[in-house]
Structure formats: C-alpha cells, structure tokens
C-alpha cells in the first residue's frame, strides 16, 4: 500500500496563491505518476493536473493551465501543486493519487487502480 498524505490547504483571497503538497510513503515513490483532483460540493470529482514518473511531462486541466503547477521530488517523495490566481471556482478539496498507469492523465488510472490520500481543504474567498 501507499499512503499520501496531502496539506497546504487553507482559505486564501481571490488572486490569491497557495501550494498544496502531497507526501508518500510505503512504495517506491518514483515507480508512480501522481495527479491532482478536485471536488467540490455537489460536484463531481475532476482531474486537475498529472506529473510523469521522473516529472518530465505533465498535464493540466483547461481551466487551470497557466496558473497551476505540478511538480515533484522524488528524493523528497512529495508532489506538489502551485495553484496562483486563484478564483471562487477553485474552491474544493484536492486530492492527490498515485498509479503505474501509463494512461495517468485519465481519471480511470486513478480510479480503479491507484492510491489517494484524503484530501485537503481550498477555500477561496471573493
């Protein structure tokens, strides 16, 4: 098993900025593509940004291309999301995963067969 360990949420400003972080444990971290999600009430969880295994490639969600970042540290065993002008419509809980999928930019890899961790708080205040 592998856990993840998410923080770095918080309430923030519209135009604000935070970064959220995600912590793994318990499997090779590098063996693993990493993706951010979000959910906010009443809504469906949504895909927002996937790193590759060594961080080389990454994807983003439409509506946050441009003002998100994910990143990792594999020494480190984190994967980070870089969220700056943030808006009211980006407030939810974001959760990180893990898969070996190679399809990692797809919700499914997540999904059936990957690791999450529970998720942390964004607020966002207009």
């Known amino acids: 098993q592998m856990q993840l360990v998410e923080s770095g949420g918080g309430l923030v400003q519209a135009g604000g900025s935070l970064r959220l972080s995600c912590a793994a444990s318990?499997?090779?971290?590098?063996?693993?593509?990493l993706a951010w999600f979000r959910q906010a009430p009443g809504k469906e969880r949504d895909f927002v940004a996937a790193?590759?295994?060594?961080?080389?490639?990454?994807y983003y969600a439409d509506s946050v291309k441009g003002r998100f970042t994910i990143s990792r540290d594999n020494a480190k065993a984190t994967v980070y999301l870089r969220m700056n002008r943030l808006k009211p419509e980006d407030a939810a809980v974001y959760y990180c995963?893990?898969?070996?999928?190679?399809?990692?930019?797809?919700?499914?890899?997540?999904?059936?067969?990957?690791?999450w961790g529970q998720g942390t708080q964004v607020t966002v205040s207009s």
């Open positions: 318990g499997r090779t971290f590098s063996n693993y593509a």
């Open positions: 995963a893990a898969t070996r999928s190679s399809a990692y930019m797809t919700y499914d890899a997540y999904r059936h067969a990957g690791y």
């Open positions: 790193i590759s295994w060594g961080g080389h490639d990454t």
